[in-house]
């Protein structure tokens, strides 16, 4: 049960580090560069089997908040798809070995 738990504050904080914005304002190049990475990474999930629907809706928020101009916004969901795909990573890869001890005895 522990390790179920440490599992999730390690999910919690992810999610908390990647919604941090930064103080200064966004390039396009900033977006590129994180809608790379939230891309990269789900494509990872991909290959555990694991890809969170959440992740695909928050890279779509990127790419339509970067269509208006607003780069701190597309940046910031980038960001957010990132970390939520290495979280769908992490979960799956725990999960792998962590299914044994919820098993009924």
Do not use: H
Not at 82 to 93: D, G, N, P, R, Y
């Amino acid at each position: 049960m522990s390790m179920i738990r440490t599992s999730l504050l390690a999910l919690a904080s992810v999610l908390l580090i990647a919604s941090a914005t930064s103080v200064l304002a966004a390039s396009e190049a900033d977006y590129k560069a994180a809608l790379s990475a939230a891309e990269a990474a789900n494509k990872q999930a991909a290959g555990v089997r694991n890809q969170w629907t959440t992740t695909a809706a928050a890279i779509n928020a990127a790419k339509k908040f970067a269509e208006t101009g607003d780069f701190d916004k597309a940046v910031a969901s980038a960001n957010e798809a990132e970390a939520l795909a290495k979280a769908s990573i992490f979960q799956a890869t725990s999960e792998k070995a962590l299914w044994k001890d919820m098993e009924i005895r």
